[in-house]
């Protein structure tokens, strides 16, 4: 990049990364130009895009991060995000380090509002409370608001993994213990092995138990499997002597290559027949409306373990399903 540049150039990081990252580019970068030191400046613009909905994101942003040190590095940031600013959307300027932080700060929050959730549920499910209720009450604090506190079997993907764990080190390294972090990964990690103990619960033993998992991406919208909940389960269940067979409308590829093991199925209906478990792993609008009669009817045993809470338990009861859901009372 140093080597290709010809005039007046600012340089926008984007990535998430370690504070100090900037500094550091732009410290190379005028070692590799010193006769552009005066010319090149490195600003912290980090994106804040949802994976499934990235486009969508850039063109209609919740506000634009800008961190800079100089006026004309800022001023040309201006400009580039003209159009978006002048639909209304909000600017924060900041300093680069401040900018950096504020990325990792931000992704370690959703995390831990996910983790918090999820101990929640570890709670209700000893006490007999209902933690969908709880975090609908909540949620009606404009405080606390009500996104990202749906109980589950956890967080992944290739951010909050990866981002909850470098914000924890950077910390560490700045002579902070932020323990916290440490604890919402903690959490985030007992969701999965508390499903687990769900399903030996349900059937008693897992070994030669037929299990059929709903959904195999982290989340729904997309194909990606990395540090996907679903297939941390896969391998737990096919480490105690289970028969998994997963489906997925996008990420059955990808999954297949991450746990050679599991057994693909083409729907829900195909992975079911003859299971004595289904789990439900990932929230695809396809397994919503699923006709409940005709899922139990090729299984061998009613069991549903629900890793998200798609299913209303009324409604599941009275299909003659053993309901185990995530955070609420056990029906059936």
């Known amino acids: 990049m140093a080597r290709s540049i010809t005039g007046r150039?600012?340089?926008?990081?984007?990535?998430?990364?370690p504070a100090g990252t900037a500094q550091r580019v732009r410290r190379t970068l005028k070692r590799e130009r010193p006769d552009f030191a005066e010319k090149l400046e490195v600003v912290s613009n980090p994106e804040f895009?949802?994976?499934?909905?990235?486009v969508q994101d850039s063109l209609n942003p919740d506000r634009i991060l800008i961190g800079a040190e100089s006026e004309w590095a800022a001023e040309t940031m201006r400009r580039l995000y003209?159009?978006?600013?002048?639909?209304?959307?909000?600017?924060?300027?900041?300093?680069?380090?401040?900018a950096e932080l504020a990325k990792h700060a931000c992704n370690a929050f959703l995390s831990l509002k996910?983790?918090?959730?999820?101990?929640?549920?570890?709670?209700?499910?000893?006490?007999?409370?209902?933690?969908?209720?709880?975090?609908?009450?909540m949620?009606?604090?404009?405080?606390?608001?009500?996104?990202?506190?749906n109980a589950g079997l956890g967080y992944g993907g290739s951010c909050f993994p990866k981002d909850v764990q470098?914000?924890?080190?950077?910390?560490?390294?700045?002579?902070?213990?932020?323990?916290?972090?440490?604890?919402?990964?903690?959490?985030?990690?007992?969701?999965v092995a508390a499903t687990v103990d769900k399903i030996s619960d349900a059937l008693w033993n897992l070994e030669d138990k037929r299990i059929a998992l709903l959904g195999l991406a982290f989340k729904p919208g997309t194909d990606d499997v990395r540090a996907a909940p679903a297939l941390d389960l896969a391998s737990r269940?096919?480490?105690?002597?289970?028969?998994?067979?997963?489906t997925d409308p996008e990420a059955e590829t990808n999954a297949k290559a991450e746990?050679?093991?599991?057994?693909?199925?083409?729907?829900?209906y195909a992975a079911a027949a003859g299971a004595h478990c289904v789990v439900l792993c990932t929230e695809w609008p396809d397994y919503s409306g699923i006709d409940l009669e005709k899922l139990k009817g090729v299984m061998a045993y009613p069991v549903m373990v629900d890793g998200r809470n798609l299913y209303d338990p009324k409604i599941m009861e009275e299909a003659g399903f053993n309901y185990y859901a995530t955070g609420r009372p056990h029906l059936g």
Not at 237 to 246: D, W
């Open 9 to 17: 150039t600012v340089v926008a990081e984007k990535s998430t990364v």
């Open 49 to 54: 895009l949802r994976e499934g909905l990235g």
């Open 82 to 98: 003209g159009p978006l600013t002048a639909k209304g959307c909000p600017l924060i300027e900041t300093n680069i380090e401040t």
């Open 114 to 137: 996910i983790s918090f959730a999820n101990a929640l549920a570890r709670i209700c499910e000893r006490s007999g409370g209902d933690v969908v209720a709880v975090a609908d009450v």
């Open 139 to 149: 949620g009606a604090d404009s405080r606390i608001g009500r996104s990202f506190l």
């Open 166 to 191: 470098a914000f924890e080190r950077l910390a560490k390294r700045l002579g902070y213990d932020f323990s916290l972090l440490k604890e919402v990964a903690r959490i985030n990690d007992e969701a």
């Open 237 to 246: 269940l096919i480490a105690a002597g289970a028969h998994v067979v997963g």
């Open 259 to 268: 746990v050679p093991q599991l057994e693909l199925a083409p729907d829900a």
